[in-house]
């Protein structure tokens, strides 16, 4: 057993790198920031393709993967089996023996880092970053038992996650659903946190801007990131203001989307990059000119974050967390989800303002991403980890 001042900490994450998402960047930078700290980091993931449970030593981690299998109506997300993945996950907690167990999601790995805790007595701290409903798009099965399924992953988060000392979750608006629909009495609303400075533009930098006035989108290209919306939306935008779009991520929904593009006539107008390094992404996000989340299923968006740490105005779908980033005229607006009319207007009017304009609707943004310093987070789990009850942030005080 590790001393008090250097704990012994397994992360349990069913999406991990090189997963893309807001889930497995986090449980990425989690581990990176605990090594750092001088912790001794373990991360319990699904193997990212065919094969047996294996063990890769990275700087952030040492990585323990078990077999998954490719889940078959999503491209890249593979399920464990719970009859392999609990007896698996039941020893690994008893050969490492951690201080505490940190699990990102109630589902396989982390449902079987539950128990397992549970088990052998180990602290444990959940988090979720997934509301039931965002199944929907891969279930092929009617509405109806699609509410079941939502119904009861509910009462299975409420039973599972309720075993942990404390639970948490990205946003207030989260932690109330999850209140209100789970059952539980507490969830602390804890930003994922980012490297606020990571995205600025340094001095004397010279990264070129557009040609054109250029909205920028990064994420994956699924179906609850209604990027459909935003590229409709991008032609129904005055022609006289020449309004470009960029697109960063990858995705199923890859193919419609540029079939879309074309039937739009929007070639010339929208350029899909797919996935990008840090470097370039960072590089994409200071070139732009505003930042657009169309999604309606954020329990956060990392990336709306770091577009405003980079001192972007955004333009946000008036959907869960996102209402949290924007202040209305201030640092950019919302939108009417799902519709493109609206989301038009609204670019529009970001456009139609002078480049001093957005400039201060920039630097609104920036301040408002400073209260998700990643350093905060990180000095809050640390806390948890090392027994505290509950931790008291100002992320989400108004600015």
Same mark, same amino acid.
């Given at each position: #057993? ?10 349990? *994450? ?28 373990? &991360? ?19 990585? !323990?993967?078990? +077999? ?20 698996? #996950? ?14 990102? /999601?109630?589902?396989? &790995? ?5 128990? %397992?805790?549970?088990? !052998?007595?180990?602290?444990?701290? %959940?988090?979720? !970053? ?26 299975? #988060? ?72 935003? &590229?409709? *939306?991008?032609?129904?935008?005055? =022609? ?32 899909? +990059? ?7 992404? +960072?590089?994409?996000?200071?070139? @732009?000119?505003?930042? /657009? ?19 972007? =105005?955004?333009?946000? @779908? ?26 038009? +207007? ?5 456009? $139609? ?17 400073? $209260? !998700? ?9 640390? *806390? ?10 100002? $992320?989400?005080?108004?600015?």
């Amino acid at each position: #057993m590790s001393t008090a001042e250097t704990l012994k900490i397994l992360i349990a *994450a069913d999406t991990y790198p090189p997963d893309v998402n807001g889930a497995a960047v986090f449980g990425y930078r989690l581990a990176r920031h605990m090594s750092a700290r001088g912790h001794e980091v373990h &991360i319990a993931a699904a193997r990212p393709g065919p094969g047996p449970d294996t063990v890769e030593q990275r700087p952030e981690a040492t990585i !323990h993967r078990f +077999r998954s299998f490719k889940a078959p109506t999503h491209e890249y997300y593979r399920l464990c089996l719970p009859w392999m993945i609990e007896p698996s #996950m039941n020893r690994l907690v008893a050969e490492l023996e951690p201080d505490v167990v940190h699990v990102q /999601c109630h589902y396989m &790995i982390g449902k079987a880092a539950i128990l %397992a805790a549970e088990k !052998h007595r180990v602290r444990t701290i %959940a988090t979720n !970053h997934f509301m039931p409903e965002n199944l929907d798009p891969f279930l092929p099965f009617p509405r109806w038992f699609k509410r079941i399924v939502s119904r009861n992953s509910w009462r299975d #988060m409420g039973r599972l996650m309720g075993k942990a000392s404390v639970v948490t979750t990205p946003t207030p608006l989260a932690a109330e659903t999850m209140k209100d629909k789970a059952g539980f009495d507490r969830v602390l609303p804890l930003s994922n946190g980012i490297d606020v400075d990571y995205y600025a533009p340094r001095s004397g930098e010279d990264i070129a801007r557009h040609s054109r006035p250029t909205v920028l989108f990064v994420g994956r290209l699924a179906v609850e990131k209604n990027v459909d919306v935003l &590229i409709r *939306a991008i032609a129904l935008t005055d =022609p006289s203001l020449d309004i470009g779009l960029e697109i960063v991520g990858d995705g199923e929904q890859r193919d419609r989307l540029r079939e879309l593009i074309t039937e739009l006539g929007l070639d010339d107008r929208v350029s899909m +990059r797919g996935h990008v390094g840090d470097v370039e992404l +960072r590089r994409a996000y200071i070139a @732009a000119d505003v930042f /657009c989340q169309p999604g309606t299923a954020e329990l956060q968006s990392l990336v709306s974050l770091e577009a405003m740490s980079a001192g972007k =105005p955004v333009v946000l @779908a008036d959907a869960l967390a996102l209402p949290h980033l924007v202040s209305e005229g201030e640092n950019g607006y919302l939108f009417e989800p799902f519709n493109a009319e609206d989301l038009a +207007r609204r670019l529009e009017q970001i456009f $139609q303002l002078t480049a001093s304009e957005r400039a201060t609707m920039g630097r609104a943004s920036r301040e408002k991403a400073n $209260q !998700h310093a990643i350093a905060k987070t990180m000095a809050a789990y640390e *806390a948890l980890y090392q027994g505290a009850d509950w931790v008291y942030t100002d $992320q989400f005080e108004e600015s």
